[in-house]
């Protein structure tokens, strides 16, 4: 048991590292800036094709 310690408390640091690097890229590269645009991109969306305004 004591060996397999010594593998995953490792792996469990490079895990935690590695999804605070992603968290500290996402918020510093401005992926955070403006969310609610694009959710609102949703509803104005125009789906209509050129079939349908004949």
Do not use: H, Y
Request: aromatic share 12%.
């Amino acid at each position: 048991m004591l060996d397999s310690m010594f593998l995953l408390i490792p792996l469990s640091m490079l895990f935690v590292l590695g999804v605070a690097v992603a968290l500290w890229w996402a918020i510093f590269s401005g992926q955070f800036e403006d969310s609610n645009k694009e959710g609102e991109a949703i509803l104005q969306d125009d789906d209509s094709t050129s079939d349908d305004k004949q």
